[in-house]
């Protein structure tokens, strides 16, 4: 029965995976009833495999598990507060009982993550589930790009153009309702396909690593097992390959928040290879790969575009521009705070606060500034009150495990697996500084189910055998 659970589990949670690369971040009233069935339903799965489980009990050194066990206490008591105090038709109540609810399946997806990926088999299957659903988009957006520089598709829905192949779209009427998306935002699209290019960019390095170790046995005249070595090089191309182009197609949606928020990632990956592997090959591999990126980039399209739209950062208007913008949101989230410093004004409450807390300025009051602060940490902070605190830790605590798991592990594969997968979870966390996508529920279960996994990863149960 457990066995049966677990792949149960694993199954709807790459299902889920899944979603928000074809979604696009829409979160219309059926696409979100259901998820949440949906939800519920990997949730049930995963209840005998979680009681049968020997990961689970890993969860007691983790940091990030404790730090979230005490936000998650937080709002079940912000929420008998607030119902003995306001009443459960309150509108505070209401944002109370959402947050609760959104919370909660999103550690029970970390909690997933965490025990249920503990092989070397059945993480490379995750892996590849987005590493091929990042080519999957970059495909769709790369024709037009590179040639019209649109991300989108002449052919419309409802007045919209789409991002999708529009074939997608007249398969059946179902899938435009309950799973397809129409529209896609440069921000998004770029951080969904961080989401692949990172464990393609670490399973690269795993695999040709891999196949460099045989070629030296072969060349100081050990036996060396042929079809082993030729696997190995050939997945290193495969996955080197589907690096590149996500990657290209990540710069070229010309999203300046994304570019410098893939810096970022790309610094920790990096920096945390070249210190793991100090030794001079290794740091031939690491400028070899930027090099070689360097110049797949140019080649591949107009590296102008780049540096001009970084360099518009300076160009930006005093009165409109998006720093102006981010910086009313994060404004009034902080008024808001202070309106209700202790319990917040609710998961999801700005968008019904923020027009009260409005400069007297017109031109910044309008648009996404009255529905999103622009700034996760500070919305967090207004809505959530002191669990904010909590939310914070957790986070803080994820690094921690994460860079104490790394320094310790002695396997490369664990190694280059999560230290991929927590470079894509910061590069979304840093991007999170100045914009919206980790305020609702789509990017969240991303990045938690990541989080979940590349813990996992590094526990001393994990196995290099054939997963069971």
Known sequence: MSKTSILIARLLTLFFLVLPFISLNTDSYRQLWFRIWAGSAVLVACIPGLTCSHGISGLKRSWAFVFLAFFLAFLVLRLGVLSCLSGKSDFYFTGAKFGLWKYFILACFFLVGFVFWRSKRSVTAFLCVPVACSLFLALNCAPNLLSKGTLFYAYKIGGESVFLFPSLYKIHPWLNQYLLGVYAQANY???????????????????????????????????????????????????????????????????????????????????????????????????????L??????????????????????????????????????????????????????????????????????????????????????????????????????????????????????SRFQFMTALSLGAAVLMVLAHAVINYLMDGFTFPLLVVIFMGVSLGILQKDFRHARAA
Request: proline share 1%.
């Open 293 to 410: 990126a360097c110049i797949f980039v140019a080649w591949a399209g107009n590296i102008r575009k780049v540096c001009d739209e970084l360099m518009s950062l300076q160009n930006e208007n005093a009165q409109t521009g998006s720093l102006s913008v981010n910086a009313e949101g994060a404004r009034r989230a902080v008024q808001i705070y202070f309106s209700h410093p202790v319990w917040g004004a609710g998961t999801d409450a700005y968008m019904a606060l923020s027009q009260k807390y409005a400069s007297f300025d017109a031109g910044l009051n309008r648009g996404l500034v009255n529905y999103v602060a622009n700034n996760h940490y500070l919305q967090t902070l207004a809505q959530e009150g002191l669990g904010a605190l909590f939310y914070g830790l957790f986070l803080a605590g994820y690094f921690l495990d994460l860079v104490k798991g790394l320094i310790r592990v002695k």
């Open 189 to 291: 699209i770029g951080d969904l396909m961080a989401f692949g290019f990172f464990p393609a960019a670490g399973l690269a390095f795993y695999y040709l690593r891999s196949y460099y170790d045989q070629k030296k046995q072969q060349f100081f005249g050990e036996r060396v097992d042929r079809d082993r070595m030729a696997r190995d090089f050939s997945t290193f191309f495969l996955f080197g390959v589907a690096a590149l182009v996500t990657l290209t197609c990540i710069l070229f949606a010309l999203s300046r928040g994304t570019i410098l928020a893939l810096f970022a990632g790309l610094l920790f990956f990096l920096a945390g290879y070249l210190i793991k592997f100090l030794k001079k090959r290794h740091w031939v591999l690491a400028v070899a790969f930027l090099f």
